[in-house]
């Protein structure tokens, strides 16, 4: 593939001066002298994404798989109301024990100013997560799974603000796709709407890529564009928003692996029957995403659970080469 690379029109802007949040030093000095990739984590996937310790220990797990894949991580979260860019393993810790107890917030877009005010724990959602990093400057960011719209969506408007943030805050995620706990096709025109680029990692030569379905390598749904290399993905965040200073944001979905990736008739059959008792129960606004998680977590014996951890590490690898990539073009 060829890449367009201009070099003299774009100055790159790594470190905001007056931080409002708390970047760790490591992180801090990685991108005032552009030295290091760094890859920005979310943590609502600790707090109310993942049951303890399997929460903790992916935490921890995918921090190590950025390091080995030459990046600084940066997980983010509130702690005692303060933004955090790069927790320490204590903060990690204290994170990933106290979800249960339900005091933890779940902090999106706009959550933030409440959970300060109060000073509150908060894990943060893909939309919040995108807002500390943009603030502190980083630029790729790796997670597993996506907000959207969700089933009936245009009946209860219960879109993710992770669709409208992508609108507007320029920073890349990875991620395994949309669950198919959404309705993928109406997030994929939400996205368009919005003005995301969305694109899938062909890694086996397809010549129509899906969106993957997050459990499943395909969703039924072809994805507007796809990427052969991380190169590529590197080249399509630096031209849309180093050169042209787009302020959207870029979705890039990773397949789940071949042999780690589940049959949709299984997973779907338990995620109808997760929708249909969150109807039943009422369940709705923020408490949706974590209600459906969990009873498809029992529902299939913890075996979305492995899925889920899996492809965060997968996916976090695919950011670290990313942002790798990115540096190279911005240096
Ligand atoms: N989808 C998942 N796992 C998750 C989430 C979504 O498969 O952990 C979390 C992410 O933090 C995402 C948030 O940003 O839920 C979206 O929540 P809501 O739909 O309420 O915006
Ligand atoms: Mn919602």
Excluded at 199 to 220: A, I, L
Aim: hydrophobic fraction near 35%; proline fraction near 4%.
């Amino acid at each position: 593939m060829k890449v367009l690379i201009h070099k003299r029109l774009f100055s790159v802007s790594r470190l905001r001066k007056n931080l409002s949040v708390l970047v760790s030093e490591e992180i801090k000095s990685a991108l005032q002298n552009g030295s290091k990739p760094v890859v920005s984590l979310e943590s609502t996937i600790i707090t109310h994404g993942l049951p303890y310790p399997e929460n903790l220990q992916m935490a921890q797990k995918v921090e190590t798989v950025v390091r080995d894949n030459g990046a600084i991580p940066a997980t983010c979260a509130f702690v005692d109301g303060k933004p955090y860019v790069g927790l320490t393993n204590d903060q990690l810790v204290r994170l990933a024990e106290t979800a249960a107890s339900g005091k933890v917030n779940k902090v999106s877009r706009r959550d933030i100013g409440y959970t300060m005010a109060n000073r509150l724990n908060g894990g943060t959602t893909i939309a919040s997560t995108m807002i500390l990093s943009k603030l502190a400057g980083i630029k790729v960011f790796a997670t597993g799974g996506l907000g959207g719209v969700h089933k009936d969506g245009q009946n209860t408007f219960d879109v993710s603000a992770d669709l409208t943030e992508l609108g507007r805050t320029p920073v890349s995620v990875v991620c395994s796709g949309p669950k198919s706990i959404l309705d993928i096709g109406l997030t994929l025109e939400y996205l368009e709407t919005q003005g995301v680029f969305v694109g899938t990692y062909n890694d086996d030569g397809r010549t129509k890529v899906q969106v993957p379905g997050f459990y499943c390598r395909e969703s039924g749904h072809v994805s507007p564009y796809s990427f052969s290399s991380f190169e590529e993905a590197a080249s399509i965040i630096h031209n849309q928003n180093n050169i042209m200073s787009l302020s959207s944001g870029n979705l890039l979905c990773i397949p789940p692996p071949k042999e780690s990736a589940l049959s949709s008739s299984f997973i779907n059959e338990i995620i109808d029957r997760a929708n249909e008792e969150a109807l039943q129960q009422g369940i709705k606004g923020k408490e949706l995403t974590p209600f459906l998680l969990s009873k498809i977590a029992k529902d299939t014996n913890g075996k979305s659970v492995e899925c889920n951890v899996k492809f965060v590490l997968n996916n976090a690898k695919a950011a670290s080469e990313i942002a790798t990539a990115l540096l190279h073009l911005e240096n």
